[in-house]
């Protein structure tokens, strides 16, 4: 059973595995750049997107563009072009034009550092909101992927139907001290042993505490 008594114990055991695992896209960007603005961006571009995909056009576009008047000066055409390889990337490009509009005219060219902020922003929501306010603002937030929803259900440590039903539920259980850093393990633990259709329960060190392997046969 996996709850608060052990929780500490299970995420520790976790940080040593995923050691072996590829750096998450966004935190690579934020260990280059260490700007609002760009992690802003390539959380935006990253959304639907594989890691990879989300460095190569992130570095292709931040060579373009370095603040929001360089954003709001690139023709649409040229910065669809750009995106063109990330997912939704017609989208993303209308965001993004939208996006400088707005930081400059509603807050004066600086990126928000309020989750209620910064999800009035287009192409940003609730998980966005909180991987920037931890990366970006080194802020407590709790980033809900599909992986952190997946797996915090999984382990029955919550109950929940949608991920931001998931984020409300972490914010009243999960002891703070863990907020900035459950997504960036569990993304990295969903990605090689948790995963969404074969999870690998036998290489799992969670597997006599997780209920998940008992009710489905894995691994």
């Known amino acids: 059973m996996i709850n608060n008594k052990n929780i500490d114990t299970i995420l520790k055991e976790l940080e040593h595995i995923i050691k072996k695992a590829p750096e998450p896209a966004i935190e690579k960007v934020s260990h280059k750049y260490h700007s609002a603005f760009h992690i802003l961006i390539a959380t935006i571009l990253s959304s639907r997107t594989k890691d990879e995909t989300t460095i190569k056009v992130s570095r292709d576009l931040f060579s373009r563009i370095k603040d929001t008047s360089d954003l709001i000066k690139i023709p649409e055409a040229t910065l669809k072009k750009i995106l063109y390889p ?16 707005m930081l400059k005219k509603k807050f004066n ?10 999800i009035t922003l287009p192409g940003v929501g609730r998980k966005t909101a909180n991987l920037v306010l931890i990366l970006a603002f080194d802020k407590y937030g709790i980033c809900v992927d599909t992986h952190v929803h997946r797996i915090v259900n999984r382990w029955g440590y919550v109950k929940t139907k949608l991920p931001n039903e998931t984020e409300t539920a972490l914010r009243e259980k999960l002891p703070k001290k863990h907020w900035k850093m459950i997504n960036y393990i569990l993304v990295s633990y969903g990605k090689i042993i948790c995963k969404p259709i074969t999870p690998i329960c036998t290489q799992c060190p969670l597997i006599s505490d997780c209920p998940y392997p008992a009710s489905h046969k894995h691994g």
């Open 109 to 118: 060219d600086i990126i928000p550092d309020t989750l209620e902020n910064l």
């Open 86 to 101: 990330v997912g939704f990337y017609k989208v993303k490009t209308k965001h993004l034009k939208m996006l400088g509009h």
